[in-house]
C-alpha cells in the first residue's frame, strides 16, 4: 500500500492512509487476531454475518421494488421530563 505526501501535508497523507486500511479491513483483522476464536464461534459469527448481509440485501431491494420507503420514518416516542 503506498500513499503520497504533498506539500509536505503528513497529517493529510495519514487520514488518507487510514482510510485506505479501513477500507481493506486490516483493522478488523487486527481486532479479531488479537484473541483465540474457538472454530464453533468463528462458525456462528460467520453464519451471523452472513444472515446480517442477506437481510440488508432483502432490504435494499425491497426499498428498490417500492415495498419499503427509502429512508426508515423516526416515531416519537414517549417524551420524559418535568411539567
Known amino acids: 500500500m503506498q500513499v503520497l505526501v504533498r506539500d509536505n501535508n503528513v497529517d493529510q497523507a495519514l487520514r488518507v492512509l487510514k482510510k485506505k486500511l479501513q477500507?481493506?479491513?486490516?483493522?478488523?483483522?487486527?481486532?479479531?487476531?488479537?484473541?483465540?476464536?474457538?472454530?464453533?464461534?468463528a462458525r456462528a459469527r460467520q453464519k451471523k454475518e452472513a444472515v446480517r448481509r442477506m437481510k440488508k440485501l432483502a432490504?435494499?431491494?425491497?426499498?428498490?421494488?417500492?415495498?419499503?420507503?427509502?429512508?426508515?420514518?423516526?416515531?416519537?416516542?414517549?417524551?420524559?421530563?418535568?411539567r
Open 23 to 41: 477500507r481493506e479491513g486490516v483493522f478488523r483483522e487486527m481486532k479479531a487476531r488479537r484473541a483465540y476464536e474457538k472454530p464453533s464461534e
Open 59 to 82: 432490504r435494499k431491494n425491497a426499498q428498490r421494488e417500492g415495498l419499503l420507503p427509502s429512508t426508515p420514518r423516526k416515531t416519537a416516542g414517549p417524551r420524559t421530563g418535568a
